[in-house]
Antibody, heavy 116, light 106 residues
Framework: EVQLVESGGRLVKPGGSLRLSCVAS????????MNWVRQAPGKGLEWVSS????????YYADSVKGRFTISRDNAQNSLYLQMNSLRAEDTAMYYC?????????WGQGTLVTVSS | SYDLTQPPSVSVSPGQTVSITCSGD??????TCWFQQKPGQSPVLVIY???KRPSGIPERFSGSNSGNTATLTISGTQAMDEGDYYC?????????FGTGTKVTVL
């Protein structure tokens, strides 16, 4: 069974930093592209970042470029999102998502709240 | 930036057919996915590559994509199909989600 378990979300002050983690199981992590998608409270889905499997290409939404860094550790079956210079508008549930052309498995999410 | 527009809400009677549109410039030239999200839950993929259903998704879910519009159709809608639906595509290497549609089964 495919499982994606996120952690690391919490309340943080504006300008602060946070590192989200996602541990994957039930599939060969190294051969899949992985993504972060977020959803602000009561709002729609927003793609944040992707890390490809084959070429190690990395992509970011303009809204987080220069502030967030995606990384992965295939030996640990883990995906990460380092979030710096956090803003109130970064407040959201952050989902770890498997897939490249289709986001076929989603974690339960970890909540990040940016507030003073 | 590339935008995908969906109607905010649609309603349908049980057993009837409902279609949800997703509009974007030359969207038919790209692959589109659809996700269902119920309150308090993570999104679930219901259609990928325009018209393919993942394992476990009922046959009443179907998709199409042509021109500037992708469409998700739910035939014989059931109460359990109520929720928010999002389309999604790729603009180059940037992921783009639609604005979302709330489906209400009356």
């Amino acid at each position: 069974e495919v499982q994606l378990v996120e952690s690391g979300g919490r309340l943080v002050k504006p300008g602060g930093s946070l590192r989200l983690s996602c541990v994957a199981s039930g599939f060969t992590f190294s051969i899949y592209s992985m993504n972060w998608v977020r959803q602000a409270p009561g709002k729609g889905l927003e793609w944040v970042s992707s890390f490809s499997s084959t070429s190690s290409d990395i992509y970011y939404a303009d809204s987080v470029k220069g502030r967030f860094t995606i990384s992965r550790d295939n030996a640990q079956n883990s995906l990460y999102l380092q979030m710096n210079s956090l803003r109130a508008e970064d407040t959201a549930m952050y989902y770890c998502v498997r897939g490249e052309m289709s986001f076929d498995y989603w974690g339960q999410g970890t909540l990040v709240t940016v507030s003073s | 930036s590339y935008d995908l527009t969906q109607p905010p809400s649609v309603s349908v009677s049980p057993g009837q057919t409902v279609s949800i549109t997703c509009s974007g410039d030359k969207l038919g030239d790209k692959f589109t996915c659809w996700f269902q999200q119920k309150p308090g839950q993570s999104p679930v993929l219901v259609i990928y590559q325009d018209n393919k259903r993942p394992s476990g998704i009922p046959e009443r879910f179907s998709g199409s994509n042509s021109g500037n519009t992708a469409t998700l159709t739910i035939s014989g809608t059931q109460a359990m199909d109520e929720g928010d639906y999002y389309c999604q595509t790729w603009d180059g290497m940037t992921g783009v989600f639609g604005t979302g549609t709330k489906v209400t089964v009356l």
